[in-house]
């Protein structure tokens, strides 16, 4: 578990003129669910990326569990990203989709196997350990991808749209199965959606950003109560 601060952090990327991020400054607690917030292009991605190492900074720092990561590698950073598109191994069982990593890291056969274990139950996937990926559910997909980041006990879960290829139902109970887990497992989170009803729903804060910029971060309730502006409350009061 870990605390997550950026300080400062902007990004420009090459060919543009306007910061895809601008100047973020944001703590997350340790333990904490935080959502970030925003439509298509403010810039989720971008901070998801520039605290997983996967993205340059152009000014400013990142801090986790209280320690410079800016300079970090991303394989050194103890983070684990589950994306939209997950790809899971086609040829492989669930149980080794799961445990691949963990092969790669060289961690001892037992462990892992107990590990995969763990995953499966957390995330009721045990009934499906000996299958394929093709003969799953869109959802049960999803949650092997989210078990693959679980196996790693990393300090901070990141998380891009994990939810956007589900259809409605889905999504709700796949919400539903990702709060309980992450506050379960006590990890620390970051959770980017487009989807207010998502960042409401899930987030223990939310931080809402236009255009790079972060508008606010604030309990789902407080914004709801107190929009900081109008974008805020026209974000927040628009169902998807
Ligand atoms: N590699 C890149 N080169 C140039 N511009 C980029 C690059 N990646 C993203 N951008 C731009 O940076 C801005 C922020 O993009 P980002 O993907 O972080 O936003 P987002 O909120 O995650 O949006 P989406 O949900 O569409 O991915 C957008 O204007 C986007 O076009």
């Known amino acids: 578990m870990a605390t997550v601060t950026f300080d400062n952090a902007t990004r420009v990327y090459p060919g543009t003129e306007r910061p895809a991020v601008a100047g973020l400054s944001l703590s997350v607690g340790d333990g904490e669910f935080l959502v970030l917030a925003g439509p298509a292009g403010c810039g989720k991605s971008t901070v998801l990326r520039m605290l997983a190492g996967l993205e340059e ?8 569990g209280g320690r410079d990561a800016t300079a970090v590698p991303a394989k050194d950073r103890d983070v684990a990203m589950v994306f939209q598109n997950y790809a899971l191994y086609p040829h492989m069982s669930v149980a080794d989709n799961l445990g691949f990593a963990l092969k790669i890291a060289g961690v001892p056969d037992a462990e892992r196997a107990a590990r995969v274990r763990e995953a499966a139950r957390l ?3 045990e009934e499906v350990l000996d299958l394929r990926p093709q003969a799953l559910s869109g959802d049960q997909r999803q949650r092997v991808a989210m078990g693959r980041a679980v196996v790693r006990r990393p300090q901070v879960f990141l998380m891009d749209e994990p939810l956007a290829n589900l259809d409605a139902a889905l999504r709700a109970r796949t919400r539903a199965q990702i709060a309980s887990l992450a506050r379960r497992l006590g990890i620390t989170t970051v959770y980017a959606t487009h989807d207010q009803a998502e960042a409401m729903a899930l987030g223990d804060r939310v931080a809402v950003l236009r255009e790079g910029v972060l508008q606010q971060v604030a309990t789902p309730h407080e914004l709801y109560a107190r929009p900081a502006n109008q974008f805020v409350a026209g974000f927040i009061g628009t169902p998807d």
């Open 57 to 64: 900074m152009d000014s400013g720092r990142v801090l986790i």
């Open 123 to 125: 995330l009721e996937l």
